[in-house]
């Protein structure tokens, strides 16, 4: 854990997600890139990584779809749109799709604290445009995330971690959020 820290968190619930299939939800994802960097998406048939270059979503599958699906709303569990100030959180309900977003612009003033998380991949089998094919063990775990190199310390997401105080004074995380991607 890093050291805490007090930004001003605004939560925006209630967003609608308006994209009926792959093509129109990229395009919706493009115009909500503001202050946000790199994509995150799990689906029912894998893991989609994503960067945003120039206003223009990248995804994994377009380079890797051997290890990457198609981003589609029928298969998407949650996505994720992040920056160092921003997420984007986009999640299947029984209705459709469903977002909130947390910004560090204004709101009310929260304590939080970053935690790295080690990513899958302890070598580069192939990289094209801003992804890498990274490779894990003996099963051949593999996954594309924007990274263009690995440094001894291997790929990393910093989580960011909200913490609010109950009425007796127990501090507890309510909200977290991808905040990075690093190599």
């Given at each position: 854990m890093d050291r805490l820290m007090t930004v001003n968190l605004e939560v925006e619930t209630g967003i609608a997600v308006d994209a009926r299939d792959g093509h129109d939800l990229r395009e919706w994802?493009?115009?909500?890139?503001?202050?946000c960097t790199y994509f995150l998406a799990h689906a029912d048939d894998g893991v989609i990584w994503g960067c945003l270059d120039q206003g223009r979503l990248l995804l994994s599958g377009d380079f890797f779809p051997e290890v990457s699906p198609a981003l589609r709303p029928e298969t998407l569990q949650q996505a994720r749109l992040f920056g160092p100030t921003t997420e984007l959180l986009v999640w299947s309900t029984r209705g459709g799709l469903a977002a909130r977003r947390l910004r560090e612009d204004s709101g009310e003033a929260v304590p939080c604290y970053d935690v790295q998380q080690i990513l899958w991949g302890d070598r580069i089998e192939?990289?094209?445009?801003?992804?890498?094919?990274?490779?894990?063990g003996e099963q051949g775990l593999r996954h594309a995330p924007p990274i263009s190199s690995l440094s001894a310390r291997r790929a990393r997401l910093t989580v960011r971690n909200y913490i609010k105080t109950d009425a007796s004074g127990q501090a507890y995380v309510y909200l977290s959020r991808l905040a990075g991607l690093s190599a």
């Open positions: 994802f493009e115009q909500q890139g503001e202050g192939a990289q094209k445009g801003c992804f890498s094919l990274l490779r894990e």
